[in-house]
């Protein structure tokens, strides 16, 4: 994306914004997140596709039924 605006930006450079910024960014958007545990549920089963069976699993976080 910067390459794009004509800047020349090494990686690390990124990565000491990512470092000094992101904390700030964390702490305005954490009232607006859902609450969720740290409880991680797997739903799995096989199923059929143009005659294959495969292998289809779906994980999510917090209390489901």
Known sequence: ??????FAVAHL???RW???FAPEID???HPFLNPTND???VDETYIE???QWKY??????GQHA
């Open 49 to 51: 596709i143009r005659g």
């Open 18 to 20: 990512v470092l000094k």
């Open 39 to 41: 409880s991680w549920r």
């Open 1 to 6: 994306m910067m390459a794009e605006r004509g």
């Open 27 to 29: 702490k305005r958007i």
């Open 13 to 15: 450079t990124i990565n």
């Open 56 to 61: 289809l699993y779906r994980g999510f976080a």
